[in-house]
């Protein structure tokens, strides 16, 4: 049985809890860069984004993780993501781990409290039945659960559209277990087909063709989601495969950016958000809904991201790396216009939608994030995080406070406040803020541990036997899953 973090507590009509409860919209893009957005710098025009800026609020020193898989589970379970997901890097098709089944995640909060759950996209925290999103809290799932390059690459999976694809046969290679010491699945040649699910069955092999339409379905399925929910409060958490290599924007977007498939897929991206914004004006709930728009974590340069005015890439805990474009919509409640520098993180996300989903905690499970909706909402000297810790696998590389960061590798220290693109080393100048930063790192190291997996605040992962691709080498689908039952208190 589930331990929830928290328990909201209602004792209203469902028509007044679904007016006084706020809907929540978590949009969550791969890969995207910095400023691979307007309202951030970007060059190419997302018309719909500046309009969500314009009516809302920029966070401008959000952070993510590096990759992907550490990322998502920071959004989903408010830890930082080595405490609830300690691997080196991220999750393949067929590991054996994934995000453990006992943690709280946002959808198991929110469904306590009687909303009603819904993840359209990439999941990338397990593809077993036990660590699917309709096992973590979700009455529904739609999407593939990992990244689209992680299949076959004569079905498209490792080249952008139009690129020739390789020849030969289409099947992976061998299929087999990942080894002993490594549970995380299956890599390279050894991929199977790309699956795509639908709740608990798997409903389409992915294919070139296939991944040129993945943000349009995703979009219409949201929409209707939206439509099919307007009368009781819900979650919706809209993780794009966008704007990951391989790129596949839709064909009614190639060519528009004028740049690249990258941005083409940016600009669809945009028009995304555009159909979720203007559904919940129509239905009037524009009012009654948080949207968040964010990456995953910084955009690889190398394959056409763009982080001006941050140093790093994608996989760095460089600040191109790690902090992401991220925008909060909720009219009449955040300010129009507005930007922040407070420091926030994914982590956050579920104690904030916990307060505003008027939820009390009662749980035992540490928190690393913390309510910044008073950030948000505008709140007098209303702060973001004193602390915050730059992890890498199991390795903590970095510290931030107030504007310093130190990297232990280098002995580096930054003002981030006069030197966003880290730049200038002043270690030498501030011997007494570094002495503080290590004290800080000194003490998360005793919670959470440095270049190993091993340390007292670290959780288990979950771990199945004999994991098995949701579509083998061979074309063959796994059986329908059976619908795995979780009794929450």
């Avoid at 919209?25 to 984004?49: E, Q």
């Avoid at 948080?290 to 190398?302: A, E, K, M, R």
């Avoid at 922040?340 to 505003?356: C, S, V």
């Avoid at 009390?360 to 948000?376: A, N, Y």
């Amino acid at each position: 049985m589930k331990s929830l973090l928290s328990l909201c507590l209602f004792a209203l009509s469902p028509s007044l809890f679904a007016a006084s409860t706020p809907n929540f919209v978590l949009i969550n893009i791969d890969d995207l860069g910095y400023a691979d957005i307007s309202p951030f710098g970007g060059k190419t025009a997302t018309p719909n984004l500046d309009r969500m800026a314009k009516e809302g609020m920029k966070l401008t020193s959000h952070y993510a993780a590096p990759v992907c898989s550490p990322s998502r589970a920071a959004m989903m379970t408010g830890c930082y993501p080595k405490r609830v997901l300690p691997i080196p890097g991220v999750l393949f098709p067929a590991a054996a781990v994934g995000l453990n089944p006992s943690a709280t995640t946002i959808a198991d909060m929110l469904k306590a409290a009687g909303y009603a759950t819904a993840c359209i996209g990439k999941w990338h925290l397990g593809d077993q039945p036990e660590f699917l999103p309709t096992a973590q809290g979700f009455d529904h799932y739609f999407g593939i659960p990992y990244s689209n390059d992680m299949g076959l690459g004569a079905e498209g999976s490792k080249s952008s559209a139009g690129a020739p694809l390789p020849k030969g046969n289409a099947k992976a290679k061998a299929s087999k277990n990942a080894p002993e010491d490594d549970e995380t699945g299956l890599k390279g040649n050894a991929q199977p087909p790309l699956p795509l699910v639908d709740d608990h069955n798997v409903v389409e092999r992915v294919k070139a063709a296939e991944q040129h339409t993945f943000t349009r379905r995703y979009t219409e399925r949201a929409v209707k989601y939206i439509r099919e929910n307007q009368k009781r409060p819900f979650f919706l958490y809209l993780p794009h495969n966008a704007v990951h290599f391989p790129h596949y924007p839709h064909q009614d977007f190639i060519g528009k950016s004028g740049v690249s498939l990258q941005k083409d897929w940016a600009i669809e991206v945009d028009w995304s958000v555009g159909q979720v914004l203007d559904t919940l004006r129509e239905l009037k709930l524009d009012s009654n809904t948080l949207v968040i728009f964010t990456s995953d974590n910084g955009g690889p340069t190398n394959q056409g991201a763009d982080n001006t005015p941050l140093r790093g890439s994608k996989g760095s805990t460089l600040e191109g790396g790690i902090r992401v474009c991220t925008l909060a919509w909720w009219p009449g409640k955040v300010t129009a216009g507005t930007e922040t520098k407070a420091i926030t993180a994914h982590m956050d996300w579920l104690p904030t939608f916990g307060e505003l989903a008027r939820c009390k905690s009662v749980g035992e499970l540490k928190l690393d994030g913390q309510d910044i909706s008073p950030v948000l909402l505008g709140k007098s000297g209303a702060t973001g995080h004193d602390v915050f810790f730059y992890y890498k696998g199991f390795d903590l590389e970095a510290v931030r406070s107030g504007p310093w960061k130190y990297q232990f590798s280098t002995k580096q220290l930054f003002n981030l406040e006069t030197d966003i693109g880290e730049a200038t080393n002043v270690a030498k100048d501030h011997a007494d803020i570094v002495a503080q930063l290590e004290k800080h790192a000194e003490a998360m190291r005793a919670d959470l541990g440095d270049k190993t997996k091993d340390a007292p605040g670290v959780r288990e992962l979950g771990r199945v036997s004999n994991p098995q691709p949701l579509i083998s080498a061979d074309g063959t689908v796994r059986p329908g899953f059976n619908k795995i039952a979780k009794t929450l208190p």
